[in-house]
């Protein structure tokens, strides 16, 4: 399949990294920025092009990946899926409710395939999860999202981003709901605190800690806690569960370990899998626990995060 990507910044070197584990084939890329588009075309062999309009029209892509920032999403992902071309759009859907309807009403009027960035939904765990709890009362989701991220330049303003809400915690939101379905009410709190470090510009106006609550349909909260941090720091991205007579802890999210890929990258953040801890059934102390379920204990080593090893432009 002849594959385009328009938007070459961070997230592309993880796509173009998993497109290439595929064997998948970027026949074309596209940048305003012209070293950013230079360098997905040097690492795949595509024709570069400096808009999307240029793409679409003279680059003959057979499927799109839309990896532009928030505010970006709705003009390309609206044309793309008017040409027939299935779209892979990076999350969030958009910046604002009316672009994301935009997007919806074409998608349902075209019919054509619009994938969502959300790949925790993805994890293999969760169909696990969700039918634990399927019949039981449920009490209690806490997904925990404390790490480091890049402090783009989109992301550090909160009328183009949506500040770490739209950027981070909805992860922990469409996860929570992929699990236990609908919320129908929700609160949050955030405060602007630097703790990123080197991260974090100074002129950031985002929340850097937030917490947010959610009532579910069904009768349980969830809570999404995120915390931009240094690093340097031990990084954690788990799920909690209690309901009547079952508690999983520690739904590990996380991405794998580095591996050498043809685009001179490692192709990681395939978001895998990682223990459920049935705790309901086993010991509380993590290495009975490991045992009962014939599981390796968990070791609490620290990993620095592969990106730090390919240093990218911070814009
Ligand atoms: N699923 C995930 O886990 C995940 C992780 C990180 C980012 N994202 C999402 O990916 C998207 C991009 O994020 P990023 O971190 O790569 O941002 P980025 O700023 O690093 O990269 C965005 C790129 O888009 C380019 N661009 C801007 N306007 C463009 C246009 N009109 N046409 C083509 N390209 C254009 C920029 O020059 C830049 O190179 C965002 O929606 C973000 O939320 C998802």
Redesign the pocket.
């Known amino acids: 399949m002849r594959i385009g990507l ?7 070197e ?1 796509h173009l990294a998993n497109l290439s584990a595929l064997g998948e084939q970027v026949t074309c890329v ?4 012209p070293e ?1 588009r230079a360098w997905a075309a040097g690492l795949t062999g595509a024709e570069a092009f400096a ?2 309009e240029a793409l679409l029209e003279n680059g003959e892509p057979e499927a799109v990946l839309v ?4 505010r ?2 709705r003009e ?1 992902t609206v044309e793309a899926l008017e040409r027939g071309l299935p779209v892979y759009l ?3 859907v958009a910046r604002d409710l009316a672009d994301a309807k935009e997007i919806v009403a074409t998608v349902e009027r075209t019919g054509v395939v619009c994938a969502i ?3 925790w939904r993805a994890i293999t765990w969760v169909p696990q999860v969700r039918d634990l709890f399927a019949e039981r009362a449920l009490g209690l989701l806490a997904v925990r999202m404390f790490g480091a ?2 402090g ?4 550090t303003d909160q009328a183009a ?1 949506g500040g770490q809400v ?2 981070r915690a909805s ?1 922990g939101i469409d996860l929570v709901q992929a699990i236990a379905g609908p919320a129908v009410r929700v609160s949050a709190t955030g405060v602007n605190v630097p703790l990123a470090g080197g991260d974090r510009p100074s002129t950031s106006e985002i929340d850097d800690v937030l917490a947010l609550t959610l009532e579910l349909e069904r009768g349980a909260v969830a809570t999404v806690q995120v915390v931009w941090q240094r690093d340097d720091l031990p990084r954690t991205y788990a799920l909690d569960v209690i309901g009547d007579g079952a508690r999983i802890e520690g739904c590990w999210i996380r991405s794998s370990a580095p591996e050498a890929s043809p685009t001179g990258r490692p192709s990681t ?1 395939r978001t895998t899998a990682h223990r459920a801890h049935m705790a309901s059934s086993a010991s509380s102390r993590p290495r009975a626990r490991a045992r009962a379920l014939r599981l390796p204990a968990r070791r609490h080593r620290r990993r620095r995060h592969w990106r730090r090893r390919w240093p990218v432009s911070r ?1």
């Open positions: 328009i938007g070459c910044g961070w997230i592309a993880t596209c940048d305003p920025d950013r808009d999307a990896l532009t920032p928030p970006i999403h390309i990076e999350k969030p960035g959300y790949q991220t890049a783009r330049t989109w992301f981003g739209l950027e992860h953040c814009r």
